[in-house]
């Protein structure tokens, strides 16, 4: 339009995504007049490939346009992690790009297992690992994408340090990249056909969320840490209650975060299924720019807000934040200076207990009293901040001789905040108390822990991390340890006791010569006095143009990696003679659908990863965990069954309850279901990620009309689709039905619901997302 080009001749200050950002920002303002926007909104919608359609189709002019409207976005770049971006990377293969449309980065990070301590875990984890970080780093040099080698840290923690800037939108291959979004941007965790879309230059598609408003007022007290606001928060929205929105915080409380505090708060708005979370740039914000040597940053969005070419109309600038009077979804108040420390868990994030009741709850539940591990950092809590606060505690503890009773493990989040951390003395102290810093990697947060404590699998025990998820087995593979979530100030007072009923703010501890200790509250810095070390060479990044000579070798033998085969197209009519593999009760989590740990080893090689395939899912009917029965009544590992019934070229549903799916953002939870014969899994509800994950890969997911019919089906029954061909064929609209025989019983038609937009109708008719993006767009 006529004001978009002349306001593009006129912004010549301002960087490219800045100018981009302008630009869309005053259509959406256009569009929209004078409708008072969220932060969430002004930078999603300044994100629309096409802003007039996708605001004003099926909108009524643009006045409900959140839960609505299908957005199709244009993201600024993509960052993967090495367990997903194994099978993103072999998806773009699969369409023959030679570079990606916007910027791109690769992260090794999950594969490393914490064991003894840095060095010698790295160098273990790389020779083990050695095939995927090649076949990474290959296809990194090809396509031009950064490459963050195993070492440089974890995802979340080096985008925050590298990438984030406030404005953008970012895709990231895990469920916790909008730790990103604590500064001030959108950052949104999907699976890795998603991530392909993005990189393919294709729009991607999101159903403009409802926003959340969360008000801040107040000042942190001692002991209580910006992670206690999402520990309390969650304990409020269980799981489920974020999903289909964005968490925007707002009101005086911002202004007396850090920057990487808000991080942690962005980063655990997965744990309730928020779509991303967001705060606005803050002084904080800048500050942070600032120590990770990123000034130029700061003067961008200081001139992007106050740029000339936006006129004298106060709508027309780009702000930081929220309009003055801009409505939320729904509004929650937390009174920061009211606000406790929390602990989260155990096998559930959202169960949340304050620390001052914490001691009564593990009596009355009986939970483990002795405390076998404390551990600290991770992408969720190794800032500056979290560290020094942690050392504060240490020294003082240091001092009357006392030594932390449990084991302590500390992650540094990345090779920059270790080095800095190193520089100003702070790992030393962490040594003297006898803490084993591992690598800066996902190790025991994801099941890369080799515990030395002689801790039998099995054993019910419980450990404290200030990490972000924790469900069964999720750490050591032990179903039986309870890990409870808090602050790393909590965690590491809780581990010098060693006990799961101390309370840090009021208990004493007995020092060796008899004595009574207590802790002085926390204290320690935002940030470091002079700016960030960036460390060992070697574990920075490689960033380079693409090269198209270079060729992604993938061994025909194997274990690690295999090159996809497209999925066959859905067929021309509706579906019949499929079976229900397993009816699933409780919760079951992407960890259960397709387990971590070991299993992360197989994320590139599609067959040998289904062989986990729901193998810590519960039976609904006989209450077993992995076990299926043929229709001959024979028992088998629902995997085994899976693959039984795909050689017999037997397709198949799951059954399930709520929120399914809930967790993390791998595609392979979608993936492996799809290569064994899945058609349909049928649930109360969906997590947001898998949902769409299922879609991309041709899998439907439908939701019971009535919750109460999930009595009305069972294991083994025989299903038909009524009415899926013709919605599908009609772009998504339209009713399905699944009509359920059972032998000796009447047929029962079970209603469903389905949340099938038009682009993902197309998918499911072509197989995958994938066989139509290959064929290009
Ligand atoms: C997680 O925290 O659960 C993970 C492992 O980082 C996952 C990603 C994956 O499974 O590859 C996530 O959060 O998406
Ligand atoms: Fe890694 Fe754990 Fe963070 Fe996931 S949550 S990125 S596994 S540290």
Not at 16 to 22: A, G, I, K, V
Not at 564 to 589: I, M
Not at 664 to 675: G, T
Request: glycine share 10%; charged share 20%.
């Amino acid at each position: 339009s006529a004001t978009a080009a002349r306001h593009f001749s006129s912004v010549g200050s301002l960087p490219p995504t800045y100018e981009r950002l302008f630009n869309k920002y005053t259509e959406v303002r256009r569009v929209l007049g004078a409708q008072r926007l969220t932060l969430a909104e002004k930078i999603l919608y300044s994100h629309l490939d096409n802003v007039e359609e996708s605001l004003l189709s099926n909108t009524d002019n643009g006045r409900s346009i959140r839960g609505k409207a299908n957005l199709r976005l244009k993201p600024d770049r993509v960052n993967m992690q090495d367990a997903s971006a194994q099978m993103a990377l072999l998806q773009f293969m699969s369409c023959n790009l030679e570079r990606p449309a916007i910027p791109a980065s690769i992260h090794c990070d999950h594969l490393i297992v914490g064991s003894k301590g840095a060095d010698s875990d790295l160098s273990a984890g790389i020779e083990t690992n050695k095939e995927v970080f090649d076949f990474l780093e290959s296809a990194a040099r090809k396509f031009g994408m950064d490459f963050w080698p195993p070492g440089a840290g974890i995802i979340h923690q080096t985008v925050l340090e590298n990438y984030a800037l406030p404005g953008l939108m970012m895709l990231g291959t895990d469920s916790h990249s909008p730790g990103a979004s604590g500064m001030c941007n959108i950052t949104i965790g999907v699976g890795g056909a998603d991530a392909v879309e993005a990189l393919v230059g294709a729009p991607w598609e999101l159903k403009a969320p409802k926003v959340l408003g969360v008000e801040l007022t107040g000042k942190l007290n001692d002991w209580v840490a910006p992670k206690d606001i999402i520990l309390r928060l969650a304990g409020e929205l269980t799981v489920r209650g974020g999903t289909g929105s964005i968490i925007e915080y707002f009101g005086p409380g911002v202004d007396t975060l850090s920057l990487t505090g808000m991080s942690t708060v962005c980063n655990m708005g997965a744990e309730v299924g928020a779509t991303t979370s967001i705060f606005p740039y803050t002084a904080a914000s800048a500050r942070y720019l600032h120590s990770t040597r990123r000034s130029q940053a700061v003067a961008n969005a200081e001139a992007l807000q106050s740029f000339p070419g936006a006129g004298t109309s106060e709508d027309a600038k780009f702000r930081f934040r929220a309009d003055e009077g801009a409505e939320y979804d729904q509004v929650i108040k937390i009174n920061l200076s009211e606000l406790e420390p929390h602990i989260n868990g155990p096998f559930t994030p959202d169960l949340a207990t304050p620390l001052s009741k914490f001691k009564d709850v593990v009596k009355d539940q009986k939970w483990p009293e002795k405390l076998s591990a404390g551990l600290i950092g991770s992408c969720t809590n190794s800032s500056y901040e979290d560290m020094t606060r942690v050392e504060s505690l240490l020294k003082e503890a240091a001092s009357a001789g006392l030594k932390p009773a449990a084991d302590f493990y500390i992650t540094p989040g990345s090779e920059q905040i270790r080095a800095t951390l190193e520089r100003d003395g702070t790992l030393e102290t962490f040594a003297g108390a006898g803490g084993i810093v591992l690598s800066n990697a996902c190790g025991p947060c994801i099941g890369q822990w080799k515990r030395h404590d002689g801790v039998e699998k099995g054993t019910s025990n419980a450990i404290l991390t200030s990490y972000n998820r924790n469900f069964r087995g999720r750490n050591d593979g032990n179903p039986e340890t309870m890990n409870f979530l808090a602050s790393p100030e909590i965690v590491t007072a809780m581990a010098f006791a060693g006990s799961t009923t101390f309370n840090p703010m009021k208990d004493a501890l007995k020092t060796p010569d008899g004595k009574e200790f207590r802790f002085s509250a926390p204290h320690g810095l935002e940030g470091p006095e002079t700016p960030f070390e960036s460390g060992v060479a070697s574990l920075g990044v490689l960033s380079q143009e693409a090269d198209p000579s270079i060729e992604v070798a993938i061994s025909p033998s194997s274990e690690r990696l295999a090159f996809l085969e497209p999925f066959a197209p859905f067929p021309q009519s509706d579906l019949t003679g499929l079976r229900v593999l397993v009816k699933v009760t409780g919760k079951c989590t992407t960890d259960t659908i397709s387990a971590a740990g070991p299993w992360l080893k197989y994320k590139g090689h599609l067959p040998n990863i289904s062989t986990n395939t729901l193998n810590t899912a519960v039976n609904a009917e006989t209450g077993e965990v992995n076990a299926a029965y043929d229709l001959d009544g024979s028992r088998h590992t629902i995997p085994d069954l899976g693959a039984l019934w795909k050689e017999r070229g037997q397709e198949w549903l799951v059954v399930a309850e709520h929120n399914y799916g809930e967790g993390s953002a791998r595609e392979h939870a979608a993936l492996q279901p799809r290569y064994l014969g899945a058609r349909v899994v049928l649930t109360k509800s969906f997590a947001r990620i898998h949902e769409t994950n299922l879609k991309k890969q041709g899998v439907v997911p439908l939701t019971f009309a009535d919750e109460a019919d999930y009595d009305k089906i069972s294991a083994g029954d025989e299903v038909s689709t009524v009415g899926l061909y013709e919605m599908l064929q009609n772009g998504g609209t339209g009713e399905v039905f699944l009509r359920v025989k059972r032998a000796g019983a009447d047929e029962v038609l079970i209603p469903t619901k389905h949340a099938v937009t038009k682009d993902q109708a197309g998918f499911i008719l072509a197989g995958s997302a994938l066989n139509l993006l290959s064929k290009g767009i």
